[in-house]
C-alpha cells in the first residue's frame, strides 16, 4: 500500500523560508515523476512544482526562483524548499504524482503571514 506523508509546514512570515518533505512508502520515489501540489481555501488543488524520474524539475510561474524541488533516494523522500514567501502562497501542501495516481497524504499547512 502506497502512502505519502507529508510535513514541514508551519507559519512562516513573508520573505521566510520553508522546506518541506514528503515520506513515500510503498513506492521508490526515483521511479516516478513526482510534484507537490498546493491548495488554499477555497481553491482547487493546484501542481505547482513536478521532478521526473530523471530529475528535470519545472514549475508553474508564481513560484519559479522562489521553490526548488528535490528528491532524496536513500530516504526515499521528495522535498520542496521554499524561499522567499509570500501570503499567497498559503495552502495545504501535498505530493503525488503529476497523473495523481496515488491516494493523498494530510497533507501540510503554510501560512505566510505577518
Known amino acids: 500500500q502506497v502512502q505519502l506523508v507529508e510535513s514541514g509546514g508551519d507559519l512562516v512570515q513573508p520573505g521566510g523560508s520553508l522546506r518541506l518533505s514528503c515520506a513515500a512508502s510503498?513506492?521508490?520515489?526515483?521511479?516516478?515523476?513526482m510534484g507537490w501540489y498546493r491548495q488554499a481555501p477555497g481553491k482547487q488543488r493546484d501542481l505547482v512544482a513536478r521532478?521526473?524520474?530523471?530529475?528535470?524539475?519545472t514549475y508553474v510561474d508564481s513560484v519559479k526562483g522562489r521553490f526548488t524541488i528535490s528528491r532524496d533516494n536513500a530516504k526515499n523522500t521528495l522535498y520542496l524548499q521554499m524561499n522567499s514567501l509570500k501570503p499567497e502562497d498559503t495552502a495545504v501542501y501535498y505530493c503525488?504524482?503529476?497523473?495523481?495516481?496515488?491516494?493523498w497524504g494530510q497533507g501540510t499547512q503554510v501560512t505566510v503571514s505577518s
Open positions: 503525488n504524482t503529476p497523473s495523481k495516481d496515488f491516494s
Open positions: 521532478i521526473t524520474s530523471g530529475g528535470r524539475t
Open positions: 510503498g513506492i521508490f520515489v526515483s521511479a516516478y515523476p
